[in-house]
């Protein structure tokens, strides 16, 4: 399950436009930040995705993603002409594809590198669509084969594009809006594959082209509602619309952390074994299986877009740091991350503060907001002051920011382990993070 949002530059603060979106996976598919840098390709060049080939580019732009570390694609990203896109699994009566193909987030990071407009990165997906269709497995720990819509921006122009195997319908957004793990286009498109309609006829999910809907006629009633995506969808579009005008990045730092409309003092993940969250915790059983396992918000800044980046799980446990196109990532990364704990890599050291964390989330959650919210502050005021400077300066700010984020967590961990959990975790919440644990090889005395 995931959230992406996005607000064009007529619905922000200074006029330049916002992207954000949590990546939704198994607690154990480790989130891994990856730059790529742009290339020529020589003819007849080949690129392999996560499980086929298919002809390369001959130039692919610089890119940046937020990915699971055993993919290809990516969930989300941004290439070094500030396109921006995220993608979401959908759930349909059309039967997902489990042969072998394109994933949704092998689209996504192809028409990242293949794309300088978000107009042009539509083209680029629906082309490949029609070429390759979608299809194959996209789950780590269990099977999972569904469909994939996509928000897709740039600094001037911002599109939805849902897709059902080969077929799918566009529409270009202004102001404000977000999609979930649920087809949102109705009766309204731009473009559209020529048989969008008279499949669905075909198929007896409406009687004729004047009743058809798209949302109505394509949707699966069963995973669609346990994903809580319209729900989810509502809260993030409230959220965008009550800050219309005047929307900063923390406005949608804000939103990827929502855990309901109100978000209500003493909330705790450990409550419940089903519901859905738009910074999703997992829990006990197979609906609430996904965890937000990274997050990304994207400044769409015309001349060099600025991305913060968490790297690991958990939004409400984790720090937005910013990062940029051109600036390598610090050393404070650490190696790529795998599905076992490595305390070497970003996402895994960060798991300590997060699992020690959900042990007693209303209690220990307090240890670090305040805290959280103030460094978050001053690493966002100065990278925005810095989006014309010099490479050396914005190098030093990324180095610095993820720097100050790690000995921020440590300070926490600390705090955390003098501070023992007043209430027990409930039995189930305990036996599914033990569960986790496990798989991944996370040490007992790795936690507090």
Not at 74 to 84: C, D, L, Q, R
Not at 281 to 309: I, N
């Amino acid at each position: 399950m995931c959230d992406t949002l996005v607000m064009t530059r007529t619905a922000t603060a200074d006029a330049v436009a916002l992207f954000a979106k949590n990546s939704d996976r198994d607690p154990n598919e480790a989130h891994h930040v990856l730059l790529a840098p742009a290339a020529d390709h020589p003819p007849g060049s080949r690129v392999r995705c996560t499980y086929i080939e298919i002809e390369q580019a001959p130039h692919t732009y610089a890119v940046a993603l937020a990915k699971p570390f055993w993919m290809w694609g990516a969930e989300m990203g941004v290439n070094e002409h500030g396109v921006v896109i995220g993608n979401e699994a959908l759930f349909t009566r059309q039967p997902a594809e489990k042969e072998a193909r394109l994933l949704g987030m092998d689209l996504l990071r192809l028409a990242l590198e293949r794309a300088a407009t978000a107009r042009a990165a539509v083209e680029v997906i629906t082309a490949l669509l029609e070429r390759y269709g979608q299809g194959g497995n996209c789950g780590f720990a269990h099977p999972l084969y569904y469909q994939n819509s996509f928000l897709i921006a740039d600094p001037d122009d911002a599109w939805v594009l849902e897709t059902v195997d080969k077929h799918w319908a566009a529409r270009r957004v202004q102001g404000s809006y977000s999609i979930s793990n649920a087809i949102t286009l109705s009766k309204q498109w731009d473009m559209a594959s020529p048989d969008l309609v008279t499949h669905a006829i075909e198929q007896g999910w409406c009687k004729s082209a004047a009743e058809f809907d798209f949302a109505e006629a394509y949707s699966d009633f069963l995973y669609t509602r346990l994903s809580d995506a319209r729900k989810r969808c509502a809260a993030t579009l409230a959220a965008l619309q009550t800050s219309s005008g005047r929307a900063t990045p923390t406005s949608m730092f804000a939103a990827l952390r929502l855990h309901t409309a109100a978000d209500a003092p003493g909330w705790s993940p450990a409550r419940g074994l089903t519901g859905a969250t738009v910074c999703m915790h997992a829990g006990y059983g197979p609906v609430r299986r996904s965890q937000t396992t990274g997050s990304l918000v994207a400044y769409l800044h015309p001349a060099r877009p600025l991305l913060f980046v968490t790297g690991t799980a958990a939004p409400c446990t984790s720090i937005f740091k910013p990062l940029w196109l051109d600036t390598p990532l610090p050393e404070a990364v650490g190696p790529a991350p795998t599905g076992v704990y490595d305390p070497h890599t970003l996402f895994w050291r960060h798991e300590r503060l997060h699992r020690s964390l959900l042990r007693d989330y209303p209690q220990r959650i307090t240890i670090l907001q305040e805290e959280r919210a103030l460094l978050e502050q001053e690493l966002l005021e100065e990278a925005l002051a810095a989006c014309d400077a010099p490479l050396k300066e914005r190098r030093r700010i990324v180095a610095e920011g993820f720097s100050r984020a790690l000995a921020a967590e440590e300070r926490w961990l600390t705090r955390m382990a003098a501070a023992p959990p007043s209430q027990r975790q409930s039995f189930w919440h305990a036996r599914a993070w033990a569960s986790f644990n496990r798989a991944a090889g996370v040490p007992t005395a790795a936690l507090v």
